[in-house]
C-alpha cells in the first residue's frame, strides 16, 4: 500500500513562510510526477505546483516565485517550501503521486493522480 504523510503545515501571519514535508513509501524511480494541490474551503482542489521524475516544474500562477517544489531521494520526501504567504493561500495541501503515468497530460490537474496524502492545514491570517 502506498503511503504519502504530509507535514509541516500550521497558523502564520502574511509574509511568513512554511515548509511542508511529505514522507512516502514510494522510491522516485517508481513514480513519474509528483505535485502539491490544495482546497480551500468551498473551492475546488487546485494544482499548487508539480515536478516530474526529468526534474521538469510547473506552478500554479498564484504561486509562482513564492513557492518552490523540490525532492529528496534519500529521503522519498517532497517538500515545497512556501515564501511570502497571503491570505489567500490558506487551504488544506495535499501531497499526490502519479504510479500509472498520467500526469505528462497536465501535471496541475488532480485527476491525473492516483496516490494521495492526508493533507495538512495551512491557514494564513494576520
Known amino acids: 500500500e502506498v503511503q504519502l504523510v504530509e507535514s509541516g503545515g500550521g497558523s502564520v501571519q502574511p509574509g511568513r513562510s512554511l515548509r511542508l514535508s511529505c514522507e512516502t513509501s514510494l522510491s522516485w524511480k517508481n513514480t513519474n510526477y509528483m505535485a502539491w494541490f490544495r482546497q480551500a474551503p468551498g473551492k475546488d482542489r487546485e494544482g499548487v505546483a508539480s515536478l516530474g521524475r526529468a526534474g521538469n516544474t510547473a506552478y500554479a500562477a498564484s504561486v509562482r516565485g513564492r513557492f518552490t517544489i523540490s525532492h529528496d531521494d534519500a529521503k522519498n520526501t517532497l517538500f515545497l517550501q512556501m515564501n511570502v504567504l497571503k491570505l489567500e493561500d490558506t487551504a488544506i495541501y495535499y501531497c499526490?503521486?502519479?504510479?500509472?503515468?498520467?500526469?505528462?497530460?497536465?501535471?496541475?490537474?488532480?485527476?491525473?493522480?492516483?496516490?494521495w496524502g492526508q493533507g495538512t492545514q495551512v491557514t494564513v491570517s494576520s
Open positions: 499526490a503521486a502519479d504510479t500509472l503515468g498520467n500526469a505528462y497530460r497536465g501535471s496541475l490537474q488532480p485527476h491525473f493522480y492516483n496516490n
